[in-house]
């Protein structure tokens, strides 16, 4: 099983040459740790949100992402990130114009040329405007998709401002409440079916009492949607608390 502790003293570029040679443990770490950087790629060529679950493109961004680790030549100079956004860029490309099915949706001029940008130089090239403006147009789309999920568990965004914890370390609470809920197998089935907490088991797992369970239970159910859907920029907010 791969750890953050059994690869921290490798590079991602030392990651994908002993992915190279056949390690199916660290290829598949790989594939599952960069899934947002996939999502973030095609989204940026399709012009709208992209969901990993659903979304043709996405399969279409993870194939591409694993050919990409199977290419990649540490000896070209570029990075890995770098050559994998431009292979899954052009293979999403490739798939917009044989299906036809967005003719407006991208443009190489808006995106980058894929067939010029061969270097690491070219890559970091492209305009800071344009990476800005991809930032906040693919923010937007996962408050959008948020917003979307947290309505199924009968949670609007307006009132999520109002319930969430004041202090800092009840808000810390709650979202390492949240880990443990969502790293629970039985746990988060029984969200996924109940849209609710599952609070006769989850009062044994953590160090919090069911008062305050309940008065955290939507600022909790939120953060688990965030860590179920694995949203790029709202995971954000999280990174660091509770892990």
Known sequence: MITQESTKDLTLEEMVIVAQQGDLDILNHLLKAYQPFIAKCVSGV????????QDDEFSIGLSAFHSAIETFSPDKGSSFLSFAKLVITRRIIDDIRAKQRYPDSVSLDETFDAEKMENPREIKAVKDAYKEEQDIWYRRQE???FQKKLAAYKISLSELTEVAPKHKDARESAIRTARILFNDADMKQYVHKKKRLPMKDLVKKVDVSKKTLERNRKYILAIFIVLDKEYLYLNDYLKGVGQ
């Open 46 to 53: 399709c012009k709208r949100y992209i969901d990993p679950e």
């Open 143 to 145: 408050i959008l998709d």
